[in-house]
C-alpha cells in the first residue's frame, strides 16, 4: 500500500510544478509579445504555418511504413511529397487574389477544416493512388496558410516590429516541422494511418479558434499596438506610414515615378498585378533570395541525416539528435533575426532588415563550408548549428521588408507569387540534391558532401543580391508609400470589434 501512496502523492506534485511552469512561461511570453490579444494573435498564425510544415513531412516521417503497407518504392514516397509542393505552389496565386479581397481569418479557418479532413483521408487510402489524390487535395488547401499569414500580419502588427514578430510565427513553422519530424515519424512506426489521425485533430481545435480571431482593418490603420509603444494617430483618411516609408520621406529619397500607383489596387486583374509586384526590384530580390535559402533547407531535410551520417561515421539515431540540434538553431535564428532587423530600423537605419539579411546569409555560406568538409561530428555540430541559426536568421528581416516595398492592397498577392516561387524551389530541391549526387559525383559519401558544397553557390549568390538591394530598397520604400498615398486609402471598415 505504501507505494501506490507515494506515487498518488508525486504525480500530483509533478501536475502542480509543470502547471505553474507552463503559466509562468505563458506570462513571460504575453510580456514578451505585448498582452493577451497580441499573444493570441501570434501563436494562432504560428500553430497556422507549424500545422502546415508538420503535415508536408508527415509523409517523409513515415516513409517505411507506407512503403510495407503499400507495397511502393522511394520513388513513389518522393512523388507524394513532390506533388503536395507542386500544388500547393499553384494554388498559392489564387489564395493570393482571395486574402486582397475577402475576410481573412473565416477564409482561413475554412481551409485549416479541410487540411484536417485531408488528412483523415489520408489515413483511410487502401492504395497508393488514392493516397496520391488525397495528397494533392492536402497541397492545394495548405496553400493558404502564406498568403493570409502575411497579410494579417502586416495589418495586426505596426510595421517597427513585424521583423520581430515574423521571427515568433517563423519559429512556429520551424516547431511544427519537427513535430512532423519526429513525433509522428514514431507513432508512425506502430501505424501510419495513426500519424495522420493525430495531426487532423488539432487542425479542427485551431479552425474554430481562428475563426474567432478579429478581422484587422486593411491598411495597418487598426494594429495591435504594443502597450509600452508610443501611440501615433494617423489621420483616417490618409494611408498609415511605416517607420521605414517616414526615414525615406525625412531623408527625401524619391520614388519611382514608373510604378507610382494612380489606381486602387483591388482594380487591379492578377496579371495586371503580378506584373507590376515582378517590376518592383528589391522585390525580386528578396523572393530569389528566399527562394535560394529555403531551396537549401529543403535539400538539407531531406539528405541532411545521410549526409551527417555517412560524413561523421555515426549511428542514424545519433544523425537525428544532431539534426534536432541544429533545428533549435535555427529557431533561435529566426528569432534574433528579426529582432535585430527592428532594432536598427527604429536606430533610424534604412536598410536595417537588409542588411541584417545579407550578413546572415554570408554567414551561412562560410560556416556550412568547415561543417561539410569535417569529419567529426564533435567538431561539425557548432558550425552545422551556427551556419542554421544565420540560414534562418535572414527570413524574418526579408519577410517584414516585403511589406514595406509593396503597398497593402497588394499584399496578399505578393506574398502567393513570393509563395509559389519558393515552394518551386522547395519541391525541386530534394530532385536536384539526389540527381546531382548520383550522377554527377557518383553518390555515397562523397557525393553528398560535394554536392552540399555545389549547392552552397545558389546560397551565396543569394547573399550577394541582398548586398545590391542596399540601393534600391529605400527608393522602392518611397515608391510603396507613394502609390498607398496616390491610389488612396482603403473605403472598408474591417475593425478589430
Not at 201 to 229: D, T
Not at 233 to 238: I, M
Not at 481 to 497: D, K, M, Y
Request: hydrophobic share 50%; proline share 5%; glycine share 12%.
Amino acid at each position: 500500500m505504501t507505494q501506490p501512496q507515494t506515487e498518488r502523492g508525486v504525480l500530483p506534485a509533478v501536475g502542480s510544478l509543470l502547471g505553474r511552469a507552463g503559466r509562468a512561461g505563458g506570462r513571460r511570453l504575453q510580456a514578451a509579445i505585448g498582452g493577451a490579444e497580441r499573444t493570441r494573435v501570434v501563436v494562432l498564425l504560428a500553430a497556422v504555418l507549424g500545422l502546415s510544415s508538420a503535415d508536408a513531412s508527415t509523409v517523409g516521417a513515415a516513409a517505411r511504413p507506407l512503403r510495407d503497407a503499400l507495397h511502393i518504392s522511394n520513388t513513389d514516397i518522393g512523388l507524394l511529397v513532390t506533388v503536395t509542393s507542386l500544388v500547393a505552389a499553384v494554388a498559392s496565386i489564387p489564395f493570393g487574389v482571395l486574402a486582397d479581397r475577402i475576410r481573412r481569418t473565416w477564409t482561413l479557418g475554412a481551409v485549416i477544416v479541410l487540411w484536417g479532413a485531408a488528412m483523415i483521408w489520408s489515413a483511410t487510402a487502401g492504395d497508393f493512388g488514392e493516397l496520391l489524390l488525397t495528397r494533392v487535395f492536402l497541397g492545394g488547401v495548405t496553400a493558404a496558410a502564406g498568403p493570409l499569414v502575411a497579410s494579417l500580419v502586416g495589418d495586426y502588427f505596426p510595421a517597427a516590429e513585424r521583423g520581430r514578430i515574423y521571427g515568433y510565427i517563423l519559429a512556429g513553422e520551424l516547431f511544427g516541422a519537427g513535430i512532423g519530424f519526429a513525433v509522428t515519424g514514431d507513432i508512425a512506426a506502430l501505424s501510419w494511418q495513426a500519424a495522420f489521425v493525430i495531426l487532423a485533430l488539432p487542425a479542427f481545435v485551431l479552425a474554430w479558434l481562428v475563426f474567432k480571431l478579429p478581422e484587422p482593418e486593411r491598411g495597418g490603420r487598426s494594429a495591435l499596438v504594443h502597450p509600452e509603444a508610443p501611440v501615433e494617430e494617423a489621420p483616417a483618411d490618409e494611408p498609415h506610414e511605416t517607420d521605414a516609408q517616414r526615414f525615406a520621406r525625412e531623408r527625401g529619397v524619391e520614388p519611382d515615378p514608373e510604378l507610382v500607383l494612380k489606381r486602387d489596387p483591388r482594380r487591379m486583374g492578377l496579371i495586371r498585378a503580378t506584373r507590376y509586384i515582378l517590376s518592383i526590384k528589391t522585390n525580386i530580390v528578396l523572393i530569389v533570395s528566399s527562394a535560394c535559402g529555403y531551396y537549401f533547407l529543403a535539400g538539407v531535410q531531406t539528405f541532411g541525416v545521410e549526409f551527417v551520417t555517412k560524413q561523421y561515421g555515426i549511428a542514424q539515431v545519433l544523425g537525428t539528435l544532431v539534426l534536432l540540434v541544429v533545428g533549435a538553431g535555427a529557431i533561435v535564428g529566426v528569432l534574433a533575426g528579426g529582432a535585430i532587423g527592428d532594432r536598427l530600423l527604429r536606430r533610424g537605419y534604412l536598410n536595417g532588415r537588409i542588411l541584417v539579411s545579407a550578413i546572415s546569409a554570408t554567414a551561412a555560406v562560410v560556416l556550412f563550408v568547415p561543417a561539410i568538409f569535417t569529419g567529426s561530428a564533435v567538431t561539425a555540430l557548432p558550425y552545422i548549428t551556427l551556419a542554421a541559426l544565420a540560414l534562418s536568421a535572414q527570413n524574418p528581416p526579408l519577410d517584414a521588408a516585403r511589406l514595406d516595398i509593396m503597398v497593402p492592397l497588394l499584399w496578399g498577392r505578393a506574398e502567393g507569387i513570393r509563395t509559389f516561387l519558393r515552394t518551386m524551389a522547395q519541391a525541386l530541391a530534394p530532385l536536384l540534391f539526389g540527381a546531382v549526387s548520383d550522377h554527377v559525383f557518383g553518390g555515397g559519401r562523397s557525393g553528398l558532401q560535394w554536392t552540399f558544397v555545389v549547392m552552397l553557390v545558389p546560397l551565396g549568390a543569394s547573399a550577394w543580391l541582398l548586398y545590391r538591394a542596399l540601393g534600391t530598397y529605400p527608393r522602392d520604400v518611397a515608391t510603396a508609400a507613394a502609390s498607398a498615398s496616390r491610389a488612396g486609402a482603403p473605403r472598408t471598415r474591417e475593425t478589430l470589434a
